[in-house]
């Protein structure tokens, strides 16, 4: 089980920090990442990172302003997002890949899924 929290309404030009907390499999053991999507839009990949937390890959527009990282003691993930913009506003979902081993953008990999917390940025 995957749990999204740290999201609410945040500033334009301000930070947030998502966590994502992991419960039953060991989803630490794998690699994870966060999509986003937006209203009317379809779910997009925003970050992934591998078991070990040595590895990461983000969407090339958001590269920059938002941080994967993870803390296997913790079983948690986190999406640090910076400079917060109107357009980063969406449901954030934290997913596991539980068979596969290399980080991923694909959503096809993740085969576990939060139910999403939602962060909204005022102009």
């Known amino acids: 089980q995957l749990v999204e929290s740290g999201g609410g309404l945040v500033q334009a030009g301000g930070s947030t920090r998502l966590s994502c907390a992991a419960s039953?499999?060991?989803?630490?053991?794998?690699?994870m990442g966060w999509f986003r999507q937006a209203p009317g839009k379809e779910r997009e990949f925003v970050a992934t990172?591998?078991?070990?937390?040595?590895?990461?890959n983000y969407a090339d527009s958001l590269k920059g302003r938002f941080t994967i990282s993870r803390d296997n003691a913790r079983k948690s993930l986190f999406l640090e997002i910076n400079s917060l913009r109107p357009e980063d506003t969406a449901i954030y979902y934290c997913?596991?890949?539980?068979?596969?081993?290399?980080?991923?953008?694909?959503?096809?990999?993740?085969?576990?899924w939060g139910q999403g917390t939602q962060v909204t940025v005022s102009s």
């Open positions: 039953g499999p060991p989803f630490m053991s794998y690699t």
């Open positions: 990172i591998n078991w070990s937390g040595t590895s990461t």
């Open positions: 997913a596991a890949a539980t068979a596969y081993q290399s980080i991923s953008a694909s959503p096809g990999v993740y085969d576990y």
